[in-house]
T-cell receptor, first 112, second 111 residues
Framework: AQSVSQHNHHVILSEAASLELGCNYSYGGTVNLFWYVQYPGQHLQLLLKYFSGDPLVKGIKGFEAEFIKSKFSFNLRKPSVQWSDTAEYFCAVNEGTDKLIFGTGTRLQVFP | DGGITQSPKYLFRKEGQNVTLSCEQNLNHDAMYWYRQDPGQGLRLIYYSQIVNDFQKGDIAEGYSVSREKKESFPLTVTSAQKNPTAFYLC??????????FGQGTRLTVV
């Protein structure tokens, strides 16, 4: 069965540190890939998405992600985090159907 | 405003009772979803629907039921067969194969 793995469950950083959150998926065919963010008390919102083309995609708020097909990975990065990036981050995959599967999430805490 | 509306925001249920969570969207999306969010477990898919009058089970469908009689509406019933129903429930919709848009969620508590 299709699955999505996020290996970092809880990440703690200081402001200005660099961030990389891992995401791996199990499906071997064509996939669409997403990163969502859930700020405290807010609804889930899309950070960025990959459907095809350039494997390095840029999203909102300075986030980017790289699709590496050979590694079944779609890691999220940000060069310099801010306190306002404190949130929970979810990777999601659909396999060319409308079945959208999420990972278990990574809780990011950024301290000033 | 266009979006997804979930109601109610908070819901309390006595053990043994069925309860229905509402989800309405005015985005003209074909696909709709129900997820359950528990701490440390991410979002787990309960049911999804790609088109009116059709829906598929997700990974944790046991104890839940849905209907999709209208494009705009995808209500979720939590039945008494669901052994651990206390959770945060999220509804979403999307265009075909595209990104999902989420509602604000319903927090269900069994008392």
């Amino acid at each position: 069965a299709q699955s999505v793995s996020q290996h970092n469950h809880h990440v703690i950083l200081s402001e200005a540190a660099s961030l990389e959150l891992g995401c791996n998926y199990s499906y071997g065919g064509t996939v669409n890939l997403f990163w969502y963010v859930q700020y405290p008390g807010q609804h889930l919102q899309l950070l960025l998405k990959y459907f095809s083309g350039d494997p390095l995609v840029k999203g909102i708020k300075g986030f980017e992600a790289e699709f590496i097909k050979s590694k079944f990975s779609f890691n999220l990065r940000k060069p310099s985090v801010q306190w306002s990036d404190t949130a929970e981050y979810f990777c999601a995959v659909n396999e060319g159907t409308d079945k959208l599967i999420f990972g278990t999430g990574t809780r990011l805490q950024v301290f000033p | 405003d266009g979006g997804i509306t979930q109601s109610p925001k908070y819901l309390f249920r006595k053990e043994g009772q069925n309860v229905t969570l509402s989800c309405e969207q005015n985005l003209n999306h074909d696909a709709m979803y129900w997820y359950r969010q528990d701490p440390g477990q991410g979002l787990r898919l309960i049911y999804y629907s790609q088109i009116v009058n059709d829906f598929q089970k997700g990974d944790i469908a046991e104890g839940y039921s849905v209907s999709r009689e209208k494009k705009e509406s995808f209500p979720l019933t939590v039945t008494s067969a669901q052994k651990n129903p206390t959770a945060f429930y999220l509804c979403a919709s999307s265009r075909q194969y595209s990104e999902a848009f989420f509602g604000q969620g319903t927090r269900l508590t069994v008392v």
